[in-house]
Structure formats: C-alpha cells, structure tokens
C-alpha cells in the first residue's frame, strides 16, 4: 500500500506565501513523476507543475515565476513553495506520485493525497 500525504495549505493574504509539502510512503520501489494539482469550487481539477525523477520541471503559464516546485527522491518527497500568491490561487491543491509499487516491475501507477485547502483573500 502506498500514502500520499499533504500538508502546509491555509489562509493567506493576496501577495504572500505558503509552502506546500508532500510525502509518499509504504511500499514503493521508485517513483517517477511527482506533481502537484489543484481544483478549485465548480472548476476542473488542472495541472500545476510537475517534476521528474531527474528534476525536469513544468509549471502551468499562470504559475510560472511564482511557484517553484522541488523534490527529495531520498524522503519521496515533493514540495511546491508558492510566492505573490493571487485570489484565483485558491483551491484545494492535491499531490500526486507515480509509484512502482514492486521490485521487478516496469509499471508506474498514480497515486493521489486527500488535498489541502489553500486561499487567498483579504
């Protein structure tokens, strides 16, 4: 079994800063992408940014230059630092890790965090 946990969202005020973190633990025998998502109220769920196994990073246009995502292969973590944060940030951001979830496997499945809520307003 494998757990994908969030953590860091809250209430922020227009212009400031959250960190979000995530961890995946259980029985993993690599992960390949680590990614971060997030829906918000009557809205489809969309793509923030991503990283691979390697680094390679991919942040949605309206992110870019604000939000920074990272990651510790060591701890199966990934984190996404969110700065100059705006009103239409708010959502409920989810976690997502694809996992190998055995030894001689090829085969990596998607593994998804229950959300926290991030919003911004005055």
């Known amino acids: 079994q494998v757990q994908v946990v969030e953590s860091g969202g809250g209430l922020v005020q227009p212009g400031g800063s959250l960190r979000l973190s995530c961890a995946a633990s259980g029985t993993i025998f690599g992960i390949n992408l680590m990614g971060w998502y997030r829906q918000a109220p009557g809205k489809v769920r969309e793509l923030v940014a991503f990283?691979?196994?390697?680094?390679?990073?991919t942040y949605v246009d309206s992110v870019k230059g604000r939000f920074t995502i990272s990651r510790d292969n060591d701890k199966n973590t990934v984190d996404l630092q969110m700065n100059s944060l705006k009103p239409e940030d708010t959502a409920v951001y989810y976690c997502?890790?694809?996992?190998?979830?055995?030894?001689?496997?090829?085969?990596?499945?998607?593994?998804w965090g229950q959300g926290t809520q991030v919003t911004v307003s005055s």
């Open positions: 990283i691979s196994s390697r680094g390679a990073t």
């Open positions: 997502r890790a694809d996992v190998k979830t055995t030894y001689d496997g090829t085969s990596y499945y998607q593994r």
